[in-house]
């Protein structure tokens, strides 16, 4: 099995429909996240009616698709191969290979989002004069699509794209000035569109090293979630470009997509999931927790999230109970930030 390359290029990936609607950044994107697959002859790959997480693509091999009516073969290389095995989230049909097999796959959700994302720019493009996305691609930092890569902003549903970009802010700096200082109230919320940005912590932290952001990185959504001040101050390192959101538009667009909820409803059918972890985690301090707490839950203060990040699952969905009220938000917040997979149970169902 030797035919193609073991990995695919950002080239030869849009080849298959429908990669070839992606713009070149977000195809860039879809290419890191590609997982590889090679099964036996007389695997069952693909049940009809069932839910799929991933869309796959036939590489090398053959295999039967069995739409019920009908019977047809796919072989990898034709053009028929360059289409997915299975569009859609539920499977159109049934697939076994018929020899030994290549595939490649590529999630669902992740697909949705950046086909959505590549339409939403086309648009930004025709409607805005597309002065601010032909400028990324000119000098090569696509910030938004480095900013809407991250787990946080994975997040945001296509629709608030366009009204996100229209009430970006966009504000020119030079090296040495200050963006934010420690203990002042947080106004707005920052992502770097070209330059460097120093993090300077206060006192009681300064053994830790001083953190560098750079294009796409953004900042200031700690205080806008949790309401409090400043917890670092950022300077320039050299000139450069912001664009900064206000509070008010933060927490109308983005702010519902960092804190994501689940009711008890949600949360008693992941307890009839085979194979799917979850744990309450309650996120006050431990003499509150001892005054009261759900059953199960695992006491772990917000405070201590980042400190404690190494000894939690990534494997496992992190369910932050309520009752720390805006810690648990933060939170929430937190625990996305870093990669994990954290919702915020609702206030009406921790009493259910």
């Not at 879809?30 to 799929?52: D, I, M, V």
């Not at 025709?126 to 601010?132: D, F, H, I, K, V």
Request: with cysteine.
């Amino acid at each position: 099995m030797n035919s193609v390359p073991s990995t695919l290029s950002c080239e030869q990936l849009s080849s298959f429909s429908p990669l070839d609607f992606l713009t070149p950044s977000y195809r860039q994107q879809l290419h890191a996240s590609l997982q590889y697959l090679q099964r036996p002859a007389g695997t069952l790959l693909l049940q009809k009616g069932e839910r799929s997480l991933a869309q796959y693509y036939l590489l090398e091999g053959k295999v039967a698709v069995d739409s019920g009516p009908g019977k047809q073969t796919v072989e990898g290389g034709t053009p028929q191969a360059h289409l997915p095995l299975n569009p859609g989230a539920t499977n159109p049909a049934s697939v076994r290979t018929l020899t030994e097999v290549r595939l490649f796959a590529v999630e669902h959700q992740l697909l949705e989002r950046l086909l959505a994302w590549s339409q939403e720019a086309a648009y930004q493009v025709s409607s805005l004069g597309g002065e601010m996305l032909e400028e990324q691609h000119d000098s090569g930092e696509d910030w938004l699509a480095r900013l809407l890569a991250t787990p946080l902003f994975g997040r945001l549903p296509p629709s608030h794209l366009h009204a996100l970009l229209a009430r970006f802010e966009y504000q020119e700096v030079k090296a040495g000035d200050s963006v934010v200082r420690y203990g002042e109230p947080g106004e707005h919320f920052y992502v770097i569109k070209r330059g460097r940005a120093q993090i300077s912590l206060p006192p009681a932290y300064r053994e830790q090293p001083a953190l560098v952001l750079g294009c796409g990185d953004f900042f200031g959504e700690e205080a806008l979630v949790s309401g409090s001040v400043r917890a670092a101050s950022i300077s320039m390192l050299e000139d450069g470009e912001l664009a900064r959101l206000h509070r008010d538009h933060f927490v109308e667009l983005v702010r519902p997509t960092l804190i994501p909820r689940v009711s008890g409803e949600q949360l008693r059918s992941l307890e009839q999931q085979p194979g799917r972890k979850y744990l309450l985690l309650d996120v006050r301090l431990a003499v509150e927790y001892r005054q009261g707490h759900l059953p199960d839950s695992f006491n772990l203060p917000v405070a201590n999230l980042r400190t404690h990040a190494d000894s939690l699952d990534r494997a496992t969905s992190y369910i932050v109970t309520p009752e720390a009220g805006i810690r648990s938000e933060l939170a929430v917040h937190l625990l996305n930030q870093m990669g994990f997979d954290a919702y915020l149970l609702r206030d009406d169902s921790a009493a259910a």
